[in-house]
């Protein structure tokens, strides 16, 4: 079994990245720096980004 990551799944660990650090918020970063959980407002926000991007996660 190969556990290697595909040049394809780096580019998408890449750009994944890359969209965090470009969007997700100072406020919400540094709370979950902190080990706090972002506010409702927050998580609503950054969810609503997430979707913008066609990103959407079900919970």
């Given at each position: 079994?190969?556990?290697?990551?595909?040049?394809?799944?780096?580019?998408?660990?890449?750009?994944?990245r890359?969209?965090?650090?470009a969007?997700?918020?100072?406020?919400?970063?540094?709370?979950?720096?902190?080990?706090?959980?972002?506010?409702?407002?927050?998580?609503?926000?950054?969810?609503?980004?997430?979707?913008?991007?066609?990103?959407?996660?079900?919970?």
């Amino acid at each position: 079994m190969d556990l290697r990551y595909t040049p394809q799944e780096r580019a998408f660990r890449a750009e994944v990245r890359g969209f965090i650090d470009a969007n997700l918020p100072a406020d919400t970063r540094q709370r979950m720096v902190e080990g706090r959980v972002p506010t409702k407002a927050q998580t609503v926000a950054w969810q609503r980004m997430l979707n913008a991007r066609g990103w959407a996660v079900p919970d």
